[in-house]
């Protein structure tokens, strides 16, 4: 049920029939709404692909879009998030309908004046993914304290982390902790800065991607070798020691005794004597 404002020829705002009223930067507005019973045309269908790969980007990370496109509507009948959708749906869907995608590289979360983050990069650092950026030796004196806006986003697991108000610009580098359990999986980044009055943004830029680290496969072999205990690899040394010298001590008394039987069972030949003769009587 709707809500009159103002009296009968005031706005209104909740639902009548198909109509919906609300207020928009700081203005009524009316729409339609209803779903058609006609079969989707082939451009309609492709649309609605883009909106639905468009909206589970940006839905989850609002609170970034709204700061970022805060600006870029102001004095317009425009939405902050439609406004982004608009320009993604356009330009950061890549691809031919069934088999669109998002074009990350391509996405913006933040449009403005403000001077842009130059040459960004993202690495892993421990328990951190640290962002850094360009710091020109001619940066202008105003530009050194704007706010970096950071955000990293999940998209296998649809998460995020964000934040709004980083480091100053002249320092180059800003650390965004993140979850352990997303640490080995694929990350997108972005950039943006804000200057220190809030009255100035400026366009996000792709930060760059960090790939899903599979974990190293081992043979099966080498896990049964790594598994046995250091105790049974000596044992197991020693024991082939101890059977060479046991081995080398039996094949010795096995050719003693046989040289042995050799001297005993060959015929002894005492040695010939002459004989004396008879002495006559």
Not at 101 to 118: C, F, I, N, V
Not at 243 to 271: D, E, R
Request: aromatic fraction near 8%; include cysteine; hydrophobic fraction near 35%.
């Amino acid at each position: 049920m709707g809500s009159l404002q103002n009296g009968l020829f005031g706005g209104f705002n909740g639902r009548v029939g198909n109509l919906v009223g609300y207020e928009l930067n700081g203005k009524n507005v009316i729409r339609t709404i209803g779903h058609s019973g006609k079969p989707l045309s082939p451009a309609r269908k492709i649309n609605c692909d883009r909106m639905t790969i468009v909206n589970k980007f940006l839905r989850p990370i609002s609170s970034f879009i709204k700061v970022g496109f805060r600006l870029k509507v102001v004095g317009t009948d425009r939405n902050f998030y439609n406004e982004a959708v608009s320009y993604n749906k356009k330009h950061a869907v890549t691809g031919v309908y069934p088999d669109a995608e998002l074009d990350y590289p391509k996405a913006m979360l933040s449009m403005g004046t403000l001077l842009k983050a130059e040459k960004p990069s993202i690495q892993h650092v421990g328990a951190e993914i640290e962002f850094s950026w360009e710091v020109p030796a001619d940066l202008p004196w105003k530009n050194q304290k704007d706010r970096a806006m950071l955000l990293l986003y999940w998209p296998d697991q649809n998460q995020h982390t964000h934040i709004l108000s980083g480091s100053h610009r002249k320092d180059g580098k800003q650390s965004v902790q993140i979850d352990q359990n997303l640490a080995s999986q694929r990350v997108e980044a972005y950039i943006s800065f804000v200057n220190e009055d809030a009255t100035e943004i400026s366009d996000s830029v792709y930060a760059g991607s960090i790939a899903k680290q599979e974990p190293l496969s081992v043979a099966t072999s080498e896990i049964a070798d790594f598994k046995e205990s250091p105790i049974k690899t000596v044992k197991k040394q020693f024991a082939v020691k101890v059977n060479s010298v046991i081995n080398t001590k039996v094949v010795a008394k096995l050719k003693l005794n046989s040289y042995l039987n050799t001297k005993v069972n060959s015929p002894f030949q005492p040695p010939a004597r002459n004989k004396i003769p008879d002495q006559p009587n």
